[in-house]
């Protein structure tokens, strides 16, 4: 996702686990900044907005 591009909740499911959604918690936590929005019906796409500046 670093690209900046919107990436679809499939394809997140798919190159992560059906748990993406648990990752992409976890990562918010580390400071990453998450965007999403509603492409059609229940369908979602997603993309990093900002990388975290916190180093661990």
């Given at each position: 996702m670093s690209d900046g591009y919107w990436h679809p909740t499939e394809e997140l499911v798919e190159k992560?686990?059906?748990r993406f959604s648990a990752t992409i918690y976890v990562l918010r936590k580390r400071g990453y900044i998450f965007e999403d929005r509603r492409i059609e019906g229940q369908r979602r796409e997603w993309?990093?907005?900002v990388e975290s500046q916190v180093t661990a």
């Open positions: 992560i686990s059906h993309r990093l907005v």
